[in-house]
T-cell receptor, first 111, second 110 residues
């Protein structure tokens, strides 16, 4: 069965510091992968998605970037965090016919 | 663009029934999804409708009317553990992305 991992689970970072969040999927090959952000009490905002290694689609302009160095690895990064980057970051993979399965998430607080 | 509307909050009593409506405006619609999200947790997939009609899964059922651009999630025999946010999402034909509504927070009271 498929499993999706994210780490770290929680993170507190100062403004201006870099960020790297990692997501890995097990039990499936060439999955579509997604990064979402959820601000406190708000809905899910799609940040990036990837249909394969090195293929990244950006949904919103921001100071975040994503990379997919391996088939089942998806990384979210920032060079300099802003206060507005605080939130719950979720990675997901796509099943068939199109539902998405989410990882446990990373709760980021920028101070 | 796409627009998805669902109520912000609903309150119901344990053992009762609650219906969460979702209306959408999207071109090339190809499916409606429902997710449950407990506080401080990731969303979990509940159901998927692509054809008109009712899909039943135990206490939870989901309905779709493509001609009305409308669907709902029906929660029956409510339990305290059903207190959560319920997210409606749509997918386009040949699409890679889900578009989510803002979620409906359901509070179950004893």
């Amino acid at each position: 069965s498929q499993t999706i991992h994210q780490w770290p689970a929680t993170l507190v970072q100062p403004v201006g510091s870099p960020l790297s969040l990692e997501c890995t999927v097990e039990g499936t090959s060439n999955p579509n992968l997604y990064w979402y952000r959820q601000a406190a009490g708000r809905g899910l905002q799609l940040l990036f998605y990837s249909v394969g290694i090195g293929q990244i689609s950006s949904e919103v302009p921001q100071n975040l970037s994503a990379s997919r160095p391996q088939d089942r690895q998806f990384i979210l990064s920032s060079k300099k965090l802003l206060l507005s980057d605080s939130g719950f970051y979720l990675c997901a993979w796509r099943g068939t016919p199109g539902e998405q399965y989410f990882g446990p998430g990373t709760r980021l607080t920028v101070t | 663009g796409q627009n998805i509307d669902q109520p912000t909050e609903m309150t119901a009593t344990e053992g009762a029934i609650v219906q969460i409506n979702c209306t959408y405006q999207t071109s090339g619609f190809n499916g409606l999804f429902w997710y449950q999200q407990h506080a401080a947790e990731a969303p979990t997939f509940l159901s998927y409708n692509v054809l008109d009609g009712l899909e039943e899964k135990g206490r939870f059922s989901s309905f779709l009317s493509r001609s009305d651009s409308y669907g709902y999630l029906l929660l029956q025999e409510l339990q305290m553990k059903d207190s959560a946010s319920y997210l409606c999402a749509v997918i386009k034909a040949a699409g890679n992305k889900l578009t989510f509504g803002g979620g409906t927070r359901v509070l179950v009271k004893p």
